[in-house]
């Protein structure tokens, strides 16, 4: 099972760092992680994923938010910088062996974690 952790309160222009972990040491068996946010009244939005080593990132994560692997401890991790208020939603990680082309649609991850919460005042 998936885990997404890392979530919190933060400034504008401040940093988190989200972590997503699979119980089991399972992460290793998805070739594709992906990071996803639902803000409230809005539709659930692609924000980065990686594969073989890869970074993919929406337009909004680009510049400020890197998406890394590490292998030895089955994680995954989400370090967002220069954080905006606009980035406030729930943050949920999802794995898939989906190929560089369908990692940007939600509907391409069969497996997903519970999310954790991203808020950031103004």
């Known amino acids: 099972q998936l885990q997404a952790y890392g979530g919190g309160l933060a400034q504008a222009g401040g940093s988190l760092r989200l972590s997503c972990a699979a119980s089991?040491?399972?992460?290793?068996?998805?070739?594709?992680i992906g990071w996803f946010r639902q803000a409230p009244g809005k539709e659930r939005e692609f924000v980065a994923a990686?594969?073989?080593?890869?970074?993919y990132y929406s337009d909004s994560a680009k510049g400020r938010f890197t998406i890394s692997r590490d292998n030895g401890r089955q994680t995954v991790y989400l370090q967002m910088n220069s954080l905006k208020p606009e980035d406030t939603a729930v943050y949920s990680c999802?794995?898939?062996?989906?190929?560089?082309?369908?990692?940007?649609?939600?509907?391409?991850?069969?497996?997903w974690g519970q999310g954790t919460q991203v808020t950031v005042s103004s």
């Open positions: 999802a794995a898939s062996n989906i190929i560089v082309s369908g990692l940007f649609t939600a509907d391409n991850y069969p497996w």
């Open positions: 089991g040491g399972t992460l290793r068996n998805y070739g594709t």
């Open positions: 990686i594969r073989s080593g890869s970074g």
